[in-house]
């Protein structure tokens, strides 16, 4: 039967639970004599539900979390002479991916049903695209050092095509209950090309599509709440033979278990083979028991069903115009890796820091665009660079202790390029752009009629401006006092021991309070030592 | 006239339907509610719907066990567009269980037979009224409304309205909204309209032939103006002068020669005509149809919607897929079960190749056929491909290889099927217009009924030249 090839049955446990079973088992794993001489063939199998607020084919809404059965239409429930209607809406989101993915998009598409009788599937039948999907031949490329892969290449898609969710069903004691919230949602099934070759790089082609959606706004890739779901090929095979018989992992959760799932099938079929090389490994469809981080059979090929595949006779081919197709493909977003690299070769920041950015939102890119604002045009690398420091490091690192959540208002980014600047120009010092960052994080939200400027915020702070480029304060003067506070510092420092200057620089900034410029502070220490 | 002293009879002293546990009645159900005084369109007008129409207020059980006492939680939007008009819904008709069936015999236990109405005499072995609409044209026939809806999926509005003599209109595929009507076959559904003339029916059919986003396949109103803007173009401008009637040489049945006669004083040609593919094309409709109800009616049996026998629970020691069976095979009549069973084969992974696929394939070459017949072009079509100047508008044979059969008779299998068949089941696999008019009667005394079938859109061509059989009918 095909009960446990169906999504959203309930987990045995809970992933937090199952840690220290996971870091014990995960031990166990020994390396097997001669394990370099086999290789890996990965290929996927994705399914990531459309962003589109509404069902595939009928105008409930979509949920997740809600209580059982109260988001269904009558279509959804399969009720004799309903009718699908297509959201056309999912077949742009669909098509957006398609073209992020590099695919070649069918001048008509068509959808077919996909019979079987289970609880989960109303009709008994799902809508799917068998014969003419929307689009084939994608590729998307990982780079090295992506979730560290070892080489740059392309990983293939197959084709990509539109589907309904199917219910969720659950068995309790003797009964079968079924929530069909889920059933109708709209899904694209993305298959890949057997190009992946370590748990590390299927890792990473699902990290790096998982950011695709979000940028793109077609779906949540959330493998958690099951809104992304991978269903994995292996086969192993010897450097140089033919490839091996393909084993078929499906329901997994996390791209951790992903990992786990390939390294497991791939240790099976290698003793497989040592031990039995001359029998071909049995294809089957396969589980992960995610206690063990080990596979196990759910059935095998022969048991495998005939699903009738026969087109959809309600449902209109999808027909694009050449025209529509091409203006989707120039509002296509700069997607992560792009900003990435587009960011790094300009400014030579850090690939990590942009990838903060992006991090802050991944739909909208609202951190990027901060950082563009803050820095603003033709900058040179150096404002960059400080820019990027200020707020990946100091504003991130400080809302992070306080536990309050980044918006692009939080610090608006003109007072933030104002701040940047002053301090570039030594006009206050980094200490001070520090206490600015922090009053205004813990300041209550301003009113939106009165715009905060940077004079409000020193004011507050009772820190002036020094307007000639140079410290109000008496540097010289606070540094006599340090020593003056610091005899064996200052012996210790006359010994030899120069590190001790940084125990005098301290003084000096709790005498300035923390004003003082800290570089000219340790110049003038210098000075006043050597006398 | 007697078209409009009909009407009026009707609107004045409708006849009471009636419904009985005992004696043979059309209705599987009979609105008791009294009509609202409405304006309207068919304000006060009763108008009886087929068992497989979803009604609210109705059991719609498509005259099968699988369904009894389901009650359909919405209206389908043929039946909303009556209303809205200030129809009467008088009832639902029996049917041969899912449109499965070509007499009205396949019907459960618990339902009384349908008898044809239309006699010549009195004390006759009662006949068929044809399926599977049989119950709707039974309906007209005995006059309890003034006109009902039925499904055609290969013949299932003509064929009991050439039996009970009345006028049956199966319209182009997607001119009336689908959703509510329970499938059959999605790509050959199509709701049809029984009345007892043609103004009756080309009546009900403007109130129900409209657009519905509810129904993908059901044509938008863009494809609806360049269909009138063709028609009016291609409509004669009196009667039937100029119109070009074929007549296919691949069917032996001919209509009477009187007939042609009468429509060639009326100013039409009449000429010979081949439709090379409609033998090869039967028995894709076979394939196409029983393959497409296999999937349709695999959501029966899975306890959703609320039939007492479909939603019986499992028997202790049961699993759900035994369930599931059980309930198929108790809930399904003989005749549906070998069509899911002969549709589930054609669907099979080896047998779609050769099966399914060739049907699809054949299905097309016959449309093929009709459009290098018809002079008219079809507005689905880019107005580019050009139009055979020489050929007809519209064709013409029998609906019927005979007069309605004696109920409970033997009937020869085979051939005499098969000549049936081909008489009705072009059309629909075409998505052609197609109307059964009352011609004559046969040598027994009982209706038999014409066949007009036109291009795609061209409704107002099939009713015109109706109209003009209408005529001679009348005269006879």
Redesign the interface.
């Known amino acids: 039967?095909i009960i446990l090839s169906r999504w959203g049955f309930a987990r045995p446990i809970s992933l937090s639970s199952c840690s220290y079973s996971l870091r014990r088992y995960a031990s166990k794993a020994k390396a097997i004599e001669g394990e370099n001489e086999w290789e890996t063939i990965i290929g996927l199998e994705i399914h990531a539900q459309l962003k589109t607020g509404r069902k595939l084919f009928s105008p409930a809404s979509t949920s997740y979390g809600e209580v059982p059965n109260t988001n269904v239409n009558?279509h959804d429930?399969?009720?004799?002479?309903?009718?699908?209607?297509?959201d056309l809406h999912a077949v742009r989101l669909s098509l957006i991916t398609a073209l992020a993915l590099n695919c070649q998009i069918n001048r008509r598409s068509t959808f077919d049903?996909k019979?079987y009788?289970y609880?989960d599937i109303?009709?008994?039948?799902q809508i799917t695209q068998h014969y003419n999907p929307l689009a084939r031949n994608g590729k998307l490329q990982i780079s090295q050092g992506e979730n560290n892969a070892k080489r740059t290449f392309d990983v293939g898609i197959h084709q990509l095509q539109i589907e309904q969710d199917t219910a969720k069903s659950q068995t309790v004691g003797d009964n079968?209950l079924v929530d069909l919230n889920r059933a109708g949602t709209g899904l694209m099934e993305i298959v890949t090309e057997p190009d992946m070759r370590s748990a590390e790089e299927a890792g990473a082609f699902v990290r790096k599509l998982q950011g695709l959606l979000r940028r793109l706004g077609s779906g949540d890739g959330d493998m958690e709440k099951g809104n992304l779901r991978v269903d994995v090929n292996v086969s192993v095979h010897r450097y140089g033979t033919p490839f091996g018989t393909r084993c078929e992992i499906k329901n997994i959760n996390s791209v951790r278990f992903l990992q786990a799932a390939i390294e497991s099938e791939r240790r099976r079929h290698i003793q497989h083979y040592l031990t039995s090389p001359t029998t071909p490994i049995k294809q089957e469809t396969r589980g992960l028991n995610e206690l063990t981080l080990e596979t196990f059979s759910l059935r095998s090929k022969e048991e495998a069903m005939?699903y009738?595949?026969?087109?959809?006779?309600?449902?209109?081919a999808v027909v694009i115009d050449p025209e529509y197709l091409s203006g989707l493909r120039n509002e296509l977003p700069e997607m992560p890796w792009q900003v990435v690299k587009r960011l790094t070769d300009t400014y030579g920041v850090q690939k990590r820091d942009v990838e903060t950015l992006i991090g802050l939102d991944e739909y909208g890119f609202e951190g990027i665009r901060y950082y563009e604002d803050v820095i603003g045009q033709g900058v040179d690398k150096k404002i960059a660079k400080k820019a990027m420091n200020w707020i990946v490091h100091e504003l991130l690192g400080q809302i992070g202790k306080l536990s309050i959540p980044w918006s692009p208002t939080l610090i608006p980014s003109s007072l933030m390029r104002e701040m940047i600047l002053l301090i570039e120009d030594g006009r206050i010092t980094g200490t001070t752009g520090k206490s600015i960052i922090k009053h205004l994080i813990s300041a209550p939200a301003p009113s939106s009629s009165k715009k905060v400027t940077l004079q409000d915020v020193l004011l507050n702070l009772g820190i002036d401006i020094n307007e000639n480029n140079e410290s109000s304060i008496d540097i010289k003067m606070l540094c006599q006092q340090a020593i003056g506070n610091q005899p064996k510092s200052v012996a210790d420092y006359k010994k030899g021991n120069e590190k001790v200057i940084m125990r005098l620089i301290g003084e000096v900034m709790k005498l300035s309070k923390g004003t003082a410029d800290a570089r000219k502070v340790k110049e003038e220490l210098v000075e006043l030592l050597k006398a | 006239m007697r078209v409009t002293k009909c009407r009026l009879q009707s609107l004045k002293a409708p006849l009471k339907p009636r419904t009985s546990d005992i004696h043979p009645t059309p209705y599987s159900w009979i609105n008791t509610c009294t009509p609202g005084s409405s304006t309207g369109n068919l304000a006060g007008i009763s108008i009886a719907i087929k068992d497989n129409i979803s009604y609210d207020i109705a059991p719609t059980s498509c005259s099968s066990s699988m369904l009894k006492d389901y009650n359909s939680p919405y209206i389908a939007t043929c039946v909303q567009n009556l209303i809205a008009e200030g129809a009467h819904i008088a009832g639902q008709t029996k049917m041969d269980e899912f449109g499965m069936g070509s007499q009205t015999t396949h019907l459960p236990p618990f339902y009384t037979p349908v008898h044809n109405s239309a006699s010549p005499s009195p004390g006759e072995p009662p006949r068929s009224a044809g399926g599977s609409s049989g119950g709707s044209a039974a309906a007209v026939a005995e006059g309890s409304c003034w006109a009902a809806l039925g499904t055609d999926t290969g013949g299932s509005v003509r064929l009991p309205a050439s039996y009970c003599g009345v006028v049956g209109l199966k319209p182009s595929y997607g001119m009336i909204s689908r959703r509510g009507v329970i499938a059959y076959a999605d790509s050959l559904d199509c709701v049809g309209v029984l009345g007892r003339d043609i103004d009756t029916v080309e009546h009900v059919f403007n109130v129900i032939s409209r657009p519905d986003e509810g129904d993908m396949t059901c044509a938008s109103s863009s494809i609806r103006l360049t269909a009138f803007d063709i028609s009016q173009r291609h409509l004669p401008h009196d009667g039937i002068e100029g119109l070009r009637i074929g007549i296919p040489s691949e069917i032996k049945q001919k209509v009477s020669s009187g007939l042609l006669d009468y429509l060639r004083g009326q100013g039409a040609k009449v000429e010979e005509v081949s439709l090379p593919s409609i033998k090869k094309a039967l028995p894709a409709y076979y394939v196409l149809a029983c393959a497409e109800a296999s999937s349709n009616l695999g959501r029966f049996g899975g306890g959703w919607f609320g039939s007492p026998l479909e939603r019986q629970s499992r028997i202790e020691g049961e699993s759900g897929e035994e369930r599931r069976k059980r309930i198929r095979t108790e809930g399904f009549g003989r005749e549906v079960k070998k069509r899911i069973l002969a549709g589930t084969w054609a669907l099979s992974a080896d047998e779609f190749n050769n099966t399914y696929l060739k049907a699809l394939h054949l299905r097309q070459l016959l449309r093929k056929d009709y459009q290098n017949m018809f002079r008219i072009p079809h507005p689905l079509f880019s107005p580019s491909i050009p139009q055979n100047q020489a050929g007809v508008d519209i064709i013409l044979h029998p609906t019927a290889i005979r007069t309605a059969p004696v109920l409970g008779a033997k009937e020869a299998k085979g051939s005499n099927e098969y000549q049936q068949d081909l008489l009705t089941v072009p059309a629909s696999l075409a998505g052609l217009p197609c109307i059964s008019v009352p011609a004559g009667k046969g040598q027994d005394g009982w209706p038999l009924g014409v066949s007009l079938t036109s291009q795609w859109g061209m409704e107002g061509l099939v009713l015109r030249l109706g109209r003009a059989v209408e005529q001679w009918s009348k005269g006879q």
Do not use: E, I
């Open positions: 039967m009558l429930a399969a009720f004799p002479g309903t009718l699908p209607v297509l049903r019979h009788f609880h109303p009709a008994s039948y079968t005939d009738r595949y026969m087109p959809d006779s309600n449902l209109p």
